[in-house]
């Protein structure tokens, strides 16, 4: 068995699987309009906002891991967008295409038999690829349930 092809592809599938909850794309698959820029009382965003800080959140860290110029961002403010709704139909479907093809291209590294997965990287303070792997599986899974909330809660108040 060759292990490290299978922490690879197990590595993959863990950044948009759904054994135990649902994965993104299928917690916002047939999201209502409405709900996108919505906030229920006292929860500080919008789904709109959690789906844009999942696609700045997954663009930082593929950033990083692969750019050793990699220059960081202003936490927070340069990884929540200020809006609560997104400007249109389009920006909102550019946003859940670039998750995806952000997705992707971190699924290219882990492909690439030359990116050590246990390397530290060095520009980092000890990161490796196959911590930001479960770095951007975890952030993912984590928002994706307050989104899955949300839906539940406005559904709650119909």
């Known amino acids: 068995m060759d292990t490290d092809k299978t922490i690879r592809e197990y590595l993959k599938r863990t950044l948009s699987w759904e054994d135990a909850h649902l994965n993104f794309e299928n917690a916002v698959k047939d999201l209502p309009k409405e709900y996108r820029g919505k ?3 006292g929860f500080p965003y919008s789904i709109w906002q959690l789906v844009e800080h999942i696609r700045i959140s997954q663009w930082d860290i593929l950033d990083f891991t692969r750019n050793p110029d990699y220059k960081e961002l202003a936490w927070p403010g340069d990884y929540w967008p200020e809006n609560e709704a997104p400007a ?3 920006e909102w479907k550019r946003s859940l295409r ?3 093809k952000d997705r992707d291209e971190f699924k290219k590294l882990l492909d690439d038999p030359e990116f050590d997965l246990f390397k530290r990287f ?3 303070t000890g990161q490796t690829l196959f911590r930001q792997a479960i770095l ?3 952030h993912a899974a984590y928002h994706v349930g ?4 949300l839906q539940k809660i406005f559904e709650h108040k119909k």
């Open 39 to 41: 906030k229920p009382d």
């Open 88 to 90: 249109s139909d389009d």
């Open 98 to 100: 670039d998750i995806r």
């Open 122 to 124: 060095e520009h980092g």
């Open 136 to 138: 951007i599986a975890d």
């Open 146 to 149: 307050q989104i899955v909330l």
